[in-house]
């Protein structure tokens, strides 16, 4: 024990010659300016498997379902790749805690200018929680929300859904109300027409 603590009292002084050495804080500096710029980088839309894998798995709610529905509806959930929009991406990688909690912002070099992924959570001031099943039904095969609004369907592919199952649908829904609601900032109105363009790319 004592020479454990003789080594420790050895090390402390050549930790602050360390921190007081100029390169360290320039280091330190270019160092965070890189994470800076690496978590504000565009993730563009042509990602390697692995990338994907890793996003997805980084996005998995930790809530287990538990009726047939809601594991059918996490199946569906999962392998549609729904978090990759919906769930915040920082620097470290997609917020687990934050799943499905909306927040990813999709960017579009245009007039389109920025979508802001929804809150998917039961939460009922900013998530699904006050939707109901046909709610979400009518927003999956449309794209309109109960509050009239439509969502383009580059930032929400509701054309593609619009092709699934009525129980596939009622699966996810259910599995989505069975999470934590999770509260979230409302997104900031977007200006501007929206035009078909495919010249956009992720980032948050």
Known sequence: ?????QNVKAVFPRLKKI???PVFWVC?????????IWSIWP?????????IIWRLNGSIPLSQPKTEWEKRGEYVVTVSGCGMCHTIFYWAGPDNFKAYAGG?????????????????????ETGIGAWSEEDFIVAM???ITPNSKTAHWQAMPWDMHANWSLDDLRAMYRYLMSLEPKKRKPSHPV????????TFYFGS
Do not use: I
């Not at 330190?28 to 800076?36: K, P, S």
């Not at 200006?191 to 495919?198: A, E, I, R």
């Open 104 to 124: 990813m912002r999709v960017r579009w070099k245009n007039a389109l200018q920025e979508r802001v992924a929804q809150n998917l959570t039961p939460e009922k």
């Open 191 to 198: 200006k501007g027409p929206l035009p078909d363009t495919d």
């Open 1 to 5: 024990m004592e020479r454990v603590q």
């Open 43 to 51: 993730m563009t839309t042509v990602m390697s498997p692995s990338l």
């Open 19 to 21: 921190y007081r050495h």
């Open 141 to 143: 095969k449309s794209g």
């Open 28 to 36: 330190a500096v270019l160092g965070g300016l890189l994470l800076y």
